[in-house]
């Protein structure tokens, strides 16, 4: 039995999510799981080189830091497995995220946490920059994981959606048709926002079980000022990140509605997500949404979905054998055995690219 692991850290900044998993026709088999959370004075320096605040120098220093601390993630989730190093075929790893701006003349995705550091501190050859293939064919190079939710989520006559909330929300509509394209896109902001707000108003990360934004009212206002956002109306392909929808975007906008108590702005970016997230769905009768990322944590935002995307179903991608946090970084595992069978990793009707590509860049042991 080959082993994978997948390492993932997204664009809420929080930490990074290590997985030991194995792949078994259409099952998935966790063996072991590791969650290094990002130091303060990490994050801090990461969403500052995000926001272009900082040099070559910080660029370099933190490459080589997220570098360390995946490798160590890596080696943690490989010690608490009791599998020896030599069982693992690869290790597939997403990097932290600074910048992706995928649209224009120059598009471009950036992702930190040297790859051969993993190498050479574990001894696994190591996949990694899986983005950047896809964009030179002309995709967004995102999202990734749609192939993924296809090869184990998909059911031949039944509906299927996968509803990412990371720092940035991404839906997978898995038609019940077999035939049919699979689509998928971020549908804009889900913690990112929601984590900045928190994080500038309260001094913590993120607003826990979303027990803050519960306390206030959706300002109706200012909701429709933030929906006025062109991406929400922009036709898929398509992908976001922070260098859109960040603290700053927000305190542009909160310009205009400058005595609104917290806990109201905090509501209403929580409104903001399930709403942008049920106008974007597709309107498949009878289909499930099954939740995975952070912020299916968040029972405020689990109700309101229930609300704004009714009459579907709401679920956890518990109910289909994976833990909502386990999602993402199986997929990065996933990918990574795609690459090393010489199989695509992106799905060109999803990203836009102009073919299949086999996606990352391999450091071998
Ligand atoms: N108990 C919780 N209540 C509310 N939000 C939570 C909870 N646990 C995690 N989150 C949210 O989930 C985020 C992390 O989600 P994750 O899927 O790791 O995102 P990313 O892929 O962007 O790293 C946190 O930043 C936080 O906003
Ligand atoms: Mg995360």
């Known amino acids: 039995m080959k082993a994978w692991i997948g390492l993932m850290s997204g664009t809420s900044m929080d930490g990074i999510d290590?997985?030991?998993?194995?792949?078994e026709r259409q099952q998935i088999r966790v063996h072991a799981t590791h969650t290094i959370d990002y130091p303060d004075d990490i994050r801090q320096r990461l969403s500052n080189l995000s926001q272009n605040r900082g040099t070559p120098d910080d660029f370099g220093e933190l490459d080589h830091t997220t570098g360390s601390l995946f490798a160590l993630a890596a080696s943690s989730v490989i010690e608490k497995?009791?599998?020896?190093?030599?069982?693992i075929a690869a290790i597939g790893s997403h990097?932290?995220?600074?910048?992706?701006?995928?649209?224009?003349s120059t598009p471009f995705s950036i992702q930190v946490g040297d790859p051969t550091l993993i190498a050479e501190r574990t001894g696994i050859t190591t996949v990694a920059d899986f983005r950047r293939r896809d964009l030179a064919a002309?995709?967004?190079?995102?999202?990734?994981?749609?192939?993924?939710?296809k090869?184990?989520?998909?059911?031949?006559g039944e509906d299927r959606c996968i509803l990412n909330l990371g720092g940035i929300a991404n839906i997978t509509h898995l038609p019940a048709n077999d035939g049919a394209p699979v689509t998928g896109f971020d549908t804009g902001p889900a913690n990112a926002l929601m984590d900045a707000w928190c994080l500038d108003q309260t001094g913590r990360a993120y607003d826990?079980?979303?027990?803050w934004a519960d306390e206030g009212i959706v300002d109706q206002s200012l909701l429709g000022d933030m929906l006025s956002e062109a991406y929400f109306s922009r036709q898929p392909p398509k992908s976001t990140g922070t260098e859109r929808f960040n603290l700053e975007w927000l305190k542009v906008l909160l310009n205009r509605h400058p005595d609104l108590p917290g806990a109201d702005v905090q509501r209403t970016l929580l409104e903001l997500t399930a709403v942008t997230v049920a106008q974007q769905i597709p309107p498949a009768k009878g289909m499930t949404v099954f939740v995975c990322g952070g912020g299916a944590k968040n029972k405020v935002l689990m109700r309101e979905l229930q609300r704004t995307c009714s009459p579907l179903r709401i679920a956890s991608t518990a109910e289909l054998g994976l833990d909502p946090q386990w999602v993402e970084p199986t997929a990065f595992a996933w990918l990574a055995s795609q690459t090393l069978s010489g199989k695509s990793g992106n799905l060109p009707e999803v990203t836009g690219a102009s073919g299949e590509r086999i996606l990352g860049a391999v450091y071998y042991a």
Do not use: C
């Open 18 to 23: 290590a997985i030991l998993v194995s792949f």
């Open 151 to 156: 090869a184990f989520f998909s059911a031949v």
């Open 81 to 87: 497995s009791g599998f020896p190093a030599t069982s």
């Open 95 to 104: 990097g932290q995220t600074l910048r992706h701006q995928p649209d224009g």
């Open 208 to 211: 826990k079980d979303g027990a």
């Open 138 to 149: 002309g995709g967004q190079g995102a999202p990734l994981v749609p192939a993924f939710h």
